[in-house]
T-cell receptor
Framework: GQQLNQSPQSMFIQEGEDVSMNCTSS?????WLWYKQDPGEGPVLLIA?????ELTSNGRLTAQFGITRKDSFLNISASIPSDVGIYFC?????????????FGKGTLLTVNP | SQTIHQWPATLVQPVGSPLSLECTVE??????LYWYRQAAGRGLQLLFY??????ISSEVPQNLSASRPQDRQFILSSKKLLLSDSGFYLC?????????????FGPGTRLTVL
């Protein structure tokens, strides 16, 4: 099946620093989704990307849909303590049903005040 | 705006007991609905999805079943729980057609089977 390689697995940063994480796939993805999950809660959709090359911002978050359609990155600028959590990339690969999402394994972000 | 609710938030059940988890969506009509299980270690596994009332597709053979008695209600059930059914259960909704790929998750139910 399709797989998403998400990196890094974890990050420990100081408050105020910028963060970058990415996902890559061996196959083409038609949509890239970025979620954040706090402990004990459901994932919250941060940004959805639908076109190759698309660059979208949501406050301090910026995400891009790679031109090759096989990768995406998420940047967080000027991190704050509430950015702590697990960030997932996800998307439906091409050639299959668009409701079947493939998820990355997540990036655990820790922000030291 | 759309909201998705799940209850209960937490549940502790003995092995062999029945299960019923409920999910409801507000602010949209005719959504696709999904049940996921998230094991420790982050991975999300799609269990069931539904494109309409009474229409359920199972992704993984298991001890669980799902039903959709109303347009915006999705229920996850079991007749007899196993220890391996413990986990974090997430309901999600999406639009249909081309926007079925953008899914929104509920707050989840933490199930512990003892």
């Amino acid at each position: 099946g399709q797989q998403l390689n998400q990196s890094p697995q974890s990050m420990f940063i100081q408050e105020g620093e910028d963060v970058s994480m990415n996902c890559t796939s061996s196959s083409i993805f038609n949509t890239w989704l970025w979620y954040k999950q706090d402990p004990g809660e459901g994932p919250v959709l941060l940004i959805a990307l639908y076109k190759a090359g698309e660059l979208t911002s949501n406050g301090r978050l910026t995400a891009q849909f790679g031109i090759t359609r096989k990768d995406s990155f998420l940047n967080i600028s000027a991190s704050i303590p509430s950015d702590v959590g697990i960030y997932f990339c996800a998307g439906p690969g091409s050639g299959g049903s668009n409701y079947k999402l493939t998820f990355g394994k997540g990036t655990l972000l820790t922000v030291n005040p | 705006s759309q909201t998705i609710h799940q209850w209960p938030a937490t549940l502790v059940q003995p092995v062999g007991s029945p299960l019923s988890l409920e999910c409801t969506v507000e602010g949209t009509s005719n959504p696709n609905l999904y049940w996921y299980r998230q094991a420790a270690g982050r991975g999300l596994q799609l269990l069931f999805y539904s494109v309409g009332i009474g229409q359920i597709s199972s992704e993984v053979p298991q001890n669980l079943s799902a039903s959709r008695p109303q347009d915006r209600q999705f229920i996850l059930s079991s007749k007899k729980l196993l220890l391996s059914d413990s986990g974090f259960y997430l309901c999600a909704w999406s639009g249909q057609g081309s926007r079925a790929d953008t899914q929104y998750f509920g707050p989840g139910t933490r199930l512990t089977v003892l």
